[in-house]
């Protein structure tokens, strides 16, 4: 039989390169820490490396659309079952709508128990700082709605809209589902422009430390000690109830779901995490996650759906960051709110902070768009929080981040589209991730673990093949 032959005849592993990307993120933490410092001592030089930031976000978030589609495409159409895919996006949308409330609910109760907007003053100029926040971008829920849908085809990868790509990524995938063996070779293009695409992220990657320096200047520059100091109750409690809320709320159902241990998936992605402390975006990490969560196991169908739509419907720690902003701003004013006033704003902004998931600063601009929307009087307050947002940023990201990592291996578990052994293999770093390609050449045909493989539509190609010569 040729396949038995095949071990015989497969070429030998080469000697693995060595790993230089250890350097990549020690020099970004140098970078963090030199911006820190160059924000204190020189403030308004600092300011002005904002766009050097900014530059290097936009370049990540540049690779965004088409990972995305090279991901769900492959995923998608590779996969026999048209219903898997309906029940994997199900349980993700379900899933993220419950953890969006008990984010809402943990945030609520910390705020309510440390109360720390108390005694504040509310000037003049903090109120003209709130009204202009309240963005022209932020769309009511009809609108974000209709925007998922692109003008062309093509436009969902040029206007960078994550929903967009995903529409028009399903679409694609379950055309190729339906094709058949003709859609083989189409899937083999698109898995080429997808080694494609992630080579350039990699290569992206090492203008990280110029990035992280900009990016963390321009907040320390601009925020100022002052006000950190008169807010750092508030920050303080954010940034402890987000943390409890990964490693009690998130790490209990990993735990008990899926059998792991959080601490060792956040040292998994560990890189990732210190990219996002050092831009303040979320979004920076997007690409990687996706590929990070291909490499632990989970299969295709499963990271391509849950990963961008949790980015943009499973914000937990925009949640919280919500909760505790309204609540803070409330406070300081002098109106503090009634929990029966409480509840229906902060159910009022869950629903807005879907309609307001693209908007740049989309925490802020989230806030400000609900509460002019549902309780207008409270605007004014958040010129309060503008000094320290930048930095609230960082945990909501990061909080945003783990909640979408926990949830893809979380899904990927109930619809039993994960690879428990090679999970373990790759936690216990036995199977390093490739930082030089960000894929498994060697891995399962499309990328996917093992128990996607059986679903890859190779025996009906070479049926098909077979049919074909018989003919």
Known sequence: MAASSTPDTAPAAPAAKRDRTHYLYIAVIVAVALGITVGLVAPDL??????????????????????????????????????????????????????????????????????????????????????????????????????IIPTTIVSAFTGGEVL???????????????????????????EHIQRLVFRILAMVMWAAPIGAFGAIAAVTGSAGVDALKSLAVLMLGFYITCFLFVFLVLGALLRIFAGLNILTLCKYLGREFLLILSTSSSESALPRLIAKMEHLGVSKPVVGITVPTGYSFNLDGTMIYMTMASLF???????????????????????????????????????????????????????????????????????????????????????????????????AGRIPFDERTLLDDGHGGHGGPAPAEADVPEPRERGGEKELAKA
């Open 164 to 190: 967009q790509t995903l529409l028009v990524a399903l679409l694609a995938g379950f055309a190729l589902q339906a094709m058949g063996p003709a859609g083989e070779p189409v899937l083999r293009g698109v």
């Open 46 to 147: 600092a300011v002005e490396l904002k766009p050097i930031g900014t530059g290097f976000v936009n370049l990540i978030k540049m690779m965004i659309s088409p990972i995305i589609f090279c991901t769900i495409v492959l995923g998608i159409g590779s996969v026999r079952k048209a219903a898997k895919v309906g029940a994997v996006g199900g349980i993700a949308l379900g899933y993220f709508l419950v953890m969006s409330l008990v984010a809402l609910a943990i945030g609520l109760v910390v705020g309510n128990i440390l109360e720390p907007g108390t005694g504040l003053a509310l000037t003049d100029a903090v109120k003209e700082t709130g009204q202009a926040q309240v963005s022209a971008e932020a769309k009511d829920t009809t609108e974000f709605l209709l925007g």
């Open 329 to 427: 701003i409330a406070d300081a004013m002098g109106t503090p709110m009634s929990v029966g006033e409480q509840i229906p704003l902060l159910l009022f902004l869950l629903v807005a902070s879907k309609g307001a998931a693209g908007v740049t600063g989309a925490g802020l601009a989230t806030l400000a768009g609900g509460l002019q929307s549902h309780k207008p009087a409270l605007v004014d307050g958040i010129g309060l929080i503008v000094g320290i947002d930048r930095f609230m940023s960082e945990a909501r990201a990061l909080t945003n981040f783990a909640g979408n990592a926990v949830a893809t291996v979380l899904i990927g578990t109930w619809t039993k589209e994960i690879d428990k052994a090679r999970v373990e293999q790759v936690l």
